[in-house]
């Protein structure tokens, strides 16, 4: 047996619609439905960066010790150092600040005691 052509008379399936059809053609997919929504969704915003979280807790463990004398100035001092380079870099990459900014302020409130502190163990007042 010969594989003979479809008769006429037996119907196609239609032909699927092109990119010009449904972008707005004379072909409508269903005119009783609206077309479809096409939602826009935000560019995700970079969080705080890992040197602002670092200059933060470092300013906030040399407040917390800055009765240790050295060691608490040393973790305030790299507090401040350690903020300023997230708040920097954060401007570059738009990244959030609040952290950082925390940081620094933890860091330069905790050099004054402790300052105080060392001026007063090594009797130079």
Do not use: K
């Not at 708040?87 to 005691?113: D, K």
């Amino acid at each position: 047996m010969t594989a003979q052509p479809p008769p006429e008379h037996v119907a196609r399936p239609p032909s699927p619609a092109t990119a010009a059809d449904v972008r707005g053609g004379d072909y409508q997919l269903n005119p009783t439905y609206p077309p479809p929504q096409v939602y826009y969704y935000p560019a995700p915003t970079p969080g705080p960066s890992g040197i602002g979280i670092a200059g933060f807790v470092s300013g906030l463990v040399g407040l917390i010790l800055f009765w240790l004398g050295p060691v608490g100035l040393c973790l305030a001092v790299l507090g401040v150092v350690l903020s300023a380079v997230a708040i920097s870099q954060a401007r570059t990459t738009r990244a959030n600040t609040g952290l950082a900014i925390a940081g620094l302020v933890l860091g330069i409130v905790a050099v004054i005691p402790c300052l105080i502190f060392v001026l007063d163990q090594t009797n130079l007042r």
